[in-house]
């Protein structure tokens, strides 16, 4: 979240300059392969002998799992077509995934323009209502679709630098180039294996942090309720 260390001041930022949708670009994270296990309960993950598959780890948490991004800042253009959005409730009237079908702005009278001292036409629509957030100042997105085991098949063979990737062929886990040097980007570490990804460390050295904490002190809180209820 670039500057920002909590959404709210995000949002209220935005909705003081103007914005009332605030979209975020859409590129799919990859699962950190040093977060998973070995997986074989598959038909198509091998044996429990020789394992052909990944899991996640269940002593890691899906932000830190996903912080793997495949796509270096700012995220291609591309990246907008299936963009997720935070709108304001009062502005946006009607919408499906993906976007806005009905506004404020769109439904505004041509009465209530004038006296705003604007034109009437079919242009009046203000487009600065809605923007895509700065990835490097404001926030960025972490898709993190959860990867089925089976779609990690053959891991260690397709995460390699010179294997040709096809449709249903392709790397699935991820490797991020160390400390998010873009040089680095598709060259192999010690193992062989591709960097293909990119982790934010502001997940990893603030959020992660603080989101381990909330979970603790909330499971505290549990226990201390259920022990007074005893």
């Excluded at 036409?121 to 926030?139: F, G, L, P, V």
């Excluded at 053959?154 to 096809?166: I, M, N, V």
């Excluded at 160390?178 to 603030?206: I, L, R």
């Excluded at 603080?210 to 005893?230: F, T």
Aim: with cysteine.
């Amino acid at each position: 979240m670039g500057k920002y260390s909590n959404l709210k001041d995000l949002l209220r930022d935005a909705k003081e300059g103007g914005t009332e949708i605030l979209g975020f670009k859409s590129t799919r994270a990859l699962p950190n392969a040093n977060y998973m296990l070995p997986y074989h309960d598959d038909e198509k993950c091998g044996s429990e002998a020789n394992p052909q598959c990944l899991q996640k780890s269940p002593d890691r948490l899906f932000l830190e799992t996903y912080n793997c991004d495949v796509e270096d800042l700012p995220k291609p253009h591309w990246s907008t077509r299936a963009k997720k959005q935070i709108y304001n409730p009062s502005y946006v009237l009607s919408h499906f995934v993906h976007y806005s079908t009905i506004t404020e702005g769109l439904v505004e009278s041509c009465k209530s323009l004038k006296l705003r001292g604007k034109a009437c036409d079919s242009t009046n629509i203000d487009a600065s209502t809605e923007r895509i957030a700065n990835e490097k100042d404001e926030a960025v997105m972490i898709h993190s679709k959860t990867m089925v085991p089976r779609d990690s098949v053959d891991w260690r063979e397709r995460c390699q630098p010179d294997f040709k990737a096809s449709h249903g062929k392709k790397c699935r886990v991820g490797f991020p180039v160390p400390n998010y040097d873009e040089s680095k980007f598709g060259e192999s570490d010690q193992d062989g294996m591709k960097y293909n990804c990119y982790s934010y460390e502001k997940v990893s050295d603030y959020y992660l942090p603080r989101l381990r904490e909330a979970m603790k002190n909330r499971q505290e809180r549990y226990e201390n309720r259920k022990a007074a209820e005893s």
